[in-house]
């Protein structure tokens, strides 16, 4: 009993040392021009992560990544089922801003239908306070 707590209490200290995640997942139908938006808080360095799956998988659609200080985008990706983006967040692009957006748009002349998931760097509960200071 003992030894489950005390491998309780490690497992618990190395979980809140390391950077956490943050993971939004939106189901979307797109017709022809429409787009789905995600927008996200990201205030410390990391690994910005899009991917979107789709049906129909031949249907070729843009997945596109804005963040503070640029007038264009960050990354753009364009392609079929599945479709990939990813940019690593600096320290400069967190001095310009936290406010990003992942954008998924359809311009295949069909309609879409799918899942589109991010996982972007958010602060621990150390790291806010840090900041705050």
């Known amino acids: 009993m003992m030894a489950l707590l005390l491998l309780f209490v490690l497992s618990a200290s190395f979980q809140s040392n390391t950077p956490a995640d943050g993971f939004i997942e939106k189901a979307f139908k797109l017709d022809n021009f429409a787009k789905e938006t995600i927008e996200l808080t990201v205030e410390q360095p990391g690994s910005i992560v899009a991917t979107a ?23 753009r990706s364009d392609g079929k089922s599945p479709l990939e983006l990813s940019y690593t967040v600096s320290e400069l692009d967190t001095a310009d801003g ?19 998931r991010v996982s972007y760097p958010v602060a621990t509960p150390a790291q806010e306070s840090e900041v705050l200071q």
């Open 98 to 116: 936290s406010a990003w957006k992942v954008k998924l748009v359809n311009q295949s002349g069909e309609t879409v239908e799918g899942m589109l």
């Open 53 to 75: 799956e789709w049906e129909p998988k031949k249907a070729e659609l843009a997945l596109i990544l804005f963040g503070p200080g640029q007038m264009n985008y960050y990354r």
